[in-house]
T-cell receptor, first 115, second 114 residues
Framework: GAVVSQHPSWVICKSGTSVKIECRSLDFQATTMFWYRQFPKQSLMLMATSNEGSKATYEQGVEKDKFLINHASLTLSTLTVTSAHPEDSSFYIC???????????FGPGTRLTVL | AQSVTQLDSHVSVSEGTPVLLRCNYSSSYSPSLFWYVQHPNKGLQLLLKYTSAATLVKGINGFEAEFKKSETSFHLTKPSAHMSDAAEYFCVVSENDSWGKLQFGAGTQVVVTP
């Protein structure tokens, strides 16, 4: 089956620093990748949609200058949390979709803790 | 606009008894509907999906769901719960013209007791 990986699986950083999270589709080419955020005991909230080679589309209320998304290839998307603050601490999950398929394949998530 | 409501935030069942997780949706267009499961510290796994074919959908691990347009529901069932079914379950809706954007329900935590 289609596998999506994320790296790192967890990261702790100091307030004010930037953190990059990678999302890779391992055995398929993903035309579209999605980034979600999940707070403890809550549902997933879509942050942005990215298509390979074009700018990401952000959901309302998501700061595009704070959450930088790059989708440089059909197998890699990155999310950079810039100038992280404790309120950015969360579980970040990516998913990848093939153009002809309805289904999204999810990565295992990255737990970010900002001190 | 699309939305999904999971009617139970928490369900507790005994091992070997049926499981019912309720989900209602709202969609302006013909929706696709999914159920995902999330085990602690693991990625989301697709249980089953409805994409305008058969209204009774069979998924993995003995789960199935029935799409009822008149009731705008997509409830998930399993005849006999197993201890390994303890997890968080999400009902998800996608509209065919939304470029794959998924709207997640709030989730239902399933506890299975021996």
């Amino acid at each position: 089956g289609a596998v999506v990986s994320q790296h790192p699986s967890w990261v702790i950083c100091k307030s004010g620093t930037s953190v990059k999270i990678e999302c890779r589709s391992l055995d398929f080419q993903a035309t579209t990748m999605f980034w979600y955020r999940q707070f403890p005991k809550q549902s997933l909230m879509l942050m942005a949609t990215s298509n390979e080679g074009s700018k990401a589309t952000y959901e309302q209320g998501v700061e595009k200058d704070k959450f930088l998304i790059n989708h440089a290839s059909l197998t890699l998307s990155t999310l950079t949390v810039t100038s992280a603050h404790p309120e950015d601490s969360s579980f970040y999950i990516c998913s990848a979709r093939i153009l002809t398929a309805e289904e999204q394949f999810f990565g295992p998530g990255t737990r970010l803790t900002v001190l | 606009a699309q939305s999904v409501t999971q009617l139970d935030s928490h369900v507790s069942v005994s091992e070997g008894t049926p499981v019912l997780l309720r989900c209602n949706y709202s969609s302006s267009y013909s929706p696709s509907l999914f159920w995902y499961v999330q085990h602690p510290n693991k990625g989301l796994q697709l249980l089953l999906k409805y994409t305008s074919a058969a209204t009774l959908v069979k998924g993995i691990n003995g789960f199935e769901a029935e799409f009822k347009k008149s009731e705008t529901s997509f409830h998930l069932t399993k005849p006999s719960a197993h201890m390994s079914d303890a997890a968080e379950y999400f009902c998800v809706v996608s509209e065919n013209d939304s470029w794959g954007k998924l709207q997640f329900g709030a989730g239902t935590q399933v506890v299975v007791t021996p």
